[in-house]
């Protein structure tokens, strides 16, 4: 398990930049608080419920997960530190997990952030715990879904264009991934690529669990979230071997 | 392929290795052989084919044609058995910043598949080998140049590796950082192989057993330092200190003598027959104050210059 050293240290890289911890917890808190405080002042007519904000600000916040594992990854690949580790005998898998794992307890973290701030807001949780731990499982998959398309860009792009894509798609997540605006509404072919992207399958998957449906009525916009992960997580694992040897 | 030639171990041995970049030929089909136990330098300026040869070396990229071995083992076949075996310091400070340097060398043993107490050990002798024991639990970030340099050439032992590539260990030093890295390099000669790349002669020559010019992406010349100085002992350096040197005068002097220099405070002058006269016949009627001249021992900046037709700028 030679990988895990390099998780280890991509992980400690992580808890010791404030700025990013500060970013990590700051960014789902502070859209939770805004959007409540603009739902609470539109009246009962309002869909910016906690119930339905919290599952959608926690998708929200992988998107910025993706950007920060995609500069991380750029910024060791523009530094040394990459080729030097890509003279050790690891294979491209290995790499992958070591720059990707770290990030889960990241996810769970994002996902805690959201809850326990909604619970501060007046969330109210579903009652069979079954269902938690499916809300939790569906956005544990879109959060590692970021993670893994956030090594993709880090691979293809340096630090700059890295940034600069990461941020399209942080916007992307915000317009098409359904948080915010109803996709039916959008329509058209702004419908069409919402709905082909995974982030608005898993936005309302959360959303409808949170509402108590069943494992059964989400089951397909939870595969579509799944089959996404495991296409990127292929996909980075190609090109990673691709540029192990350029 | 042989490993073993004339009861030489090899520990590197480098077959037509070639490589390119759409038009421009980076490395130019090098036959190279490197001893075990060797300190084999490549020297040359920037862009001559040093850092692309040694990454082929260490399976960083592939060969656009040719292969090389080490230890034995082919770098096109068996890329995985060469990487065991070998580790390197790249030319940038390749070290994680937000890591302490304990950290650092953990990473480093750890990857490359050492038990937790053998990297305890090893950090701890290669930590105060570098002098870096008494700032060892700080992170890297806050470290000065040299100290990065010096952890990065730590990081590149821990593993204890076979064949080491140091890659400029010393680019962008102040003189003293330098020296210091040398001592430390020179500690290792003869325990370990090691290819050092380098565009600083003095390097070369305090450190290298043997030295490869690269040039072009070629191999213009090879040998011990001082085979390669005699190698132009047939060649004289004149060393002439003046004031008020004008442009006029050197390209004037070139006419005659077309291998000429100028310095600090001076001009040097190369050619096989040099005449004291014709120098300061020429240079004094031309405004030019001669306040003292001298002959030279060739330098492995002359022989660079004979060979290649051009200067090694530090």
């Not at chain 1, 990707?100 to 994002?110: F, G, N, R, T």
């Amino acid at each position: 398990m030679r990988f895990t050293e390099l998780a280890t240290r991509n992980f400690k890289e992580m808890l010791r930049d404030p700025m990013y911890m500060g970013l990590e917890i700051g960014i789902p808190a502070g859209f939770l608080a805004i959007f409540w405080s603009l739902g609470r002042n539109m009246g009962d007519e309002s869909f910016l419920t906690t119930t339905m904000l919290v599952p959608g600000v926690a998708v929200f916040g992988f998107a910025f997960l993706l950007m920060f594992s995609a500069m991380t990854l750029a910024r060791d690949r523009e530094g040394a530190l990459l080729s030097r580790l890509l003279t050790a005998p690891l294979k491209p898998r290995d790499f992958i997990l070591s720059y990707s794992l770290p990030y889960i307890p990241m996810v769970i973290l994002q996902i805690a952030v959201c809850f326990g701030v909604g619970a501060l807001l007046g969330l109210e949780m579903p009652v069979n715990a079954g269902l938690v731990f499916l809300v939790f499982l569906v956005l544990l998959v879109i959060g590692t879904c970021c993670v893994e398309l956030g090594m993709i860009l880090g691979l293809l792009f340096n630090v700059n264009q890295a940034s600069a894509v990461g941020s399209t798609i942080i916007t992307l997540v915000a317009l098409l991934g359904g948080i915010w605006i109803d996709l039916k509404a959008l329509g058209g072919v702004f419908y069409d690529v919402g709905n082909a992207l995974p982030f608005a399958h898993a936005t309302s998957a959360a959303r409808d669990i949170m509402m108590g449906a069943s494992f059964s009525s989400i089951a397909p916009d939870f595969y579509w979230v799944i089959g996404y992960t495991l296409v990127f997580s292929a996909l980075g694992t190609f090109l990673f071997r691709w540029r192990m040897v350029e | 392929m042989s490993y073993k030639t004339n009861g030489n171990r090899f520990a590197i041995q480098t077959f037509s290795l070639s490589r390119k970049f759409r038009d421009l030929v980076a490395v130019d089909d090098i036959d190279l052989s490197v001893k075990e136990g060797e300190l084999f330098s490549l020297l040359g300026p920037n862009g001559a084919g040093k850092t692309t040869a040694i990454k082929m070396l260490c399976c960083l990229l592939k060969p656009s044609s040719g292969t090389a071995t080490v230890m034995g083992r082919d770098i096109r076949e068996d890329p995985m058995a060469v990487k065991q075996i070998i580790d390197v310091s790249p030319q940038e400070t390749a070290i994680a910043e937000h890591l302490n340097a304990w950290e650092n060398l953990r990473l480093i043993g750890g990857i490359r598949g050492l038990a937790k107490k053998e990297v305890k050990k090893r950090s701890a002798e290669l930590l105060e080998m570098v002098g870096l024991s008494k700032r060892a639990k700080e992170q890297v970030r806050k470290f000065s140049g040299g100290m990065k340099r010096r952890l990065s050439i730590a990081m590149a032992l821990v593993s204890d590796p076979q064949v080491l590539f140091l890659d400029e260990p010393t680019l962008g030093l102040d003189p003293q950082s330098r020296r210091g890295i040398w001592e430390h390099i020179a500690e290792l000669k003869g325990k370990k192989t090691i290819v050092l790349t380098t565009h600083y002669l003095e390097e070369a020559d305090a450190l290298a057993d043997r030295i490869a010019i690269i040039d072009e992406g070629k191999i213009a010349a090879l040998g011990t330092p001082q085979e390669l100085k005699d190698s132009i002992s047939d060649m004289q350096v004149m060393v002439v200190k003046a004031k008020n040197i004008h442009p006029d005068a050197i390209e004037g002097l070139k006419e005659i003598y077309p291998e000429v220099k100028t310095t600090e405070g001076g001009i040097e002058i190369r050619a096989k027959e040099l005449s004291f006269y014709e120098i300061v016949d020429y240079l004094r009627p031309r405004g030019v104050a001669i306040q003292s001249t001298s002959l030279k021992q060739p330098t492995l900046d002359d022989v660079f210059l004979y060979l290649t037709g051009k200067e090694l700028r530090e």
